[in-house]
């Protein structure tokens, strides 16, 4: 396995597998790899067989981040996350340090960003206004420095990989984009690298997000329910755990993103809940 932390050499390396014909598929991560992140590694490695590469980069990256966030303390763990991938069997990690990925920013050098436009504006978007700005910008450099086939993003981030699509379809990059299923805990938490905030208490609660999700499927199995109802019945679910506080919890259509007003099967539902300062979040199909 090759550990690559220039962004020059990561892009070198990508056109001599090009041109050797080579299939490349990418899984971005910022690190502190768990479970999930794994599975969309090996997602990859079936995407571009024995004879291909499969590329695992690992940047936190500060454009998705408010000033307000935890981009200083998110978790980090270099040397496990390098112990996983050699054995999930990735051949490269890439790993660019701020200076590699937005060179001059620190002079005001650096000036252009990826906006999507439609699908980013609610849920995560309207409680992180710079988010996606930030994953869309880092992804398509990603992608243009690594040139991967293919790309695997998990559904966990059920928003962030529909922009992405949109992006890819957009701006035509020619790479194709793998959606791959949320991995969970034992008690049905989805795995998460910001679970490592979480107190004993907080972690033994926040399989509330969850819970809610498989009450909503409930409640929407037979019958269609109005979302309105739906969402205050859901903030009255979340108060069993003491320590959460609801972020937002809306119904919306899987293609558009739109939010519904009739929550029937086929919805997706998404929510964002806080524990104390860390904030988590979840969403599935009805
Ligand atoms: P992150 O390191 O949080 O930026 O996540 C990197 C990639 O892993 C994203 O495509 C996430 O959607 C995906 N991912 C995160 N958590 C999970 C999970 N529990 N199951 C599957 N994929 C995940």
Redesign the pocket.
């Known amino acids: 396995m090759r550990i690559v932390p220039k962004a020059a050499a990561m892009q070198k390396l990508a056109r001599h597998w090009k041109r050797a014909g080579v299939k490349i598929g990418l899984v ?4 502190y790899l ?1 479970a ?2 794994l ?2 590694v090996r997602e990859a490695r079936q995407r571009v067989g024995k004879t291909g590469k499969v590329v695992v980069s690992i940047y936190v990256n500060p454009t998705q981040f408010a000033p307000t966030e935890d981009l200083a303390n998110y978790p980090r763990d270099l040397e496990r996350d390098l112990k996983m991938c050699h054995a999930e069997g990735a051949d490269v990690v890439f790993m660019p340090g701020d200076a590699e990925m937005y060179p001059g920013k620190a002079e005001g050098k650096y000036s252009t960003y990826v906006v999507e436009e439609n699908l980013g504006r609610g849920m995560e978007g309207a409680a992180r206004p710079v988010h996606f700005r930030g994953v869309t910008t880092v992804v398509a450099k990603l992608f243009n420095l690594v040139l991967p086939d293919v790309s695997v ?5 059920f928003q ?2 529909a922009i992405i699509r949109r992006m890819v379809g957009d701006l035509n990059f020619p790479v194709q984009i793998i959606v ?5 805990e034992a008690d049905g938490l ?4 910001r679970n490592k905030y979480l107190d004993a208490e907080q972690r033994a609660q926040a399989v509330i997000l969850f819970h809610a999700l498989q009450a909503a499927k409930k409640a929407a199995a037979k019958k269609t329910v109005r979302a309105a109802r739906l969402k205050k019945d859901l903030q009255e679910f979340i108060t069993a755990a003491p320590l959460a506080r609801l972020d937002y919890v809306e119904f919306f259509d899987p293609e558009t993103l739109q939010p519904v007003a009739q929550v029937k099967r086929g919805t997706h539902m998404a929510l964002a809940v806080f524990f104390s300062k860390t904030r988590l979040i979840d969403n599935a199909q009805i």
């Open positions: 971005p991560t910022m690190g768990h999930g992140h599975s969309l993003f998990g559904q966990k981030d962030q990989a791959a299923p949320t991995r969970r989805a795995m998460s690298s």
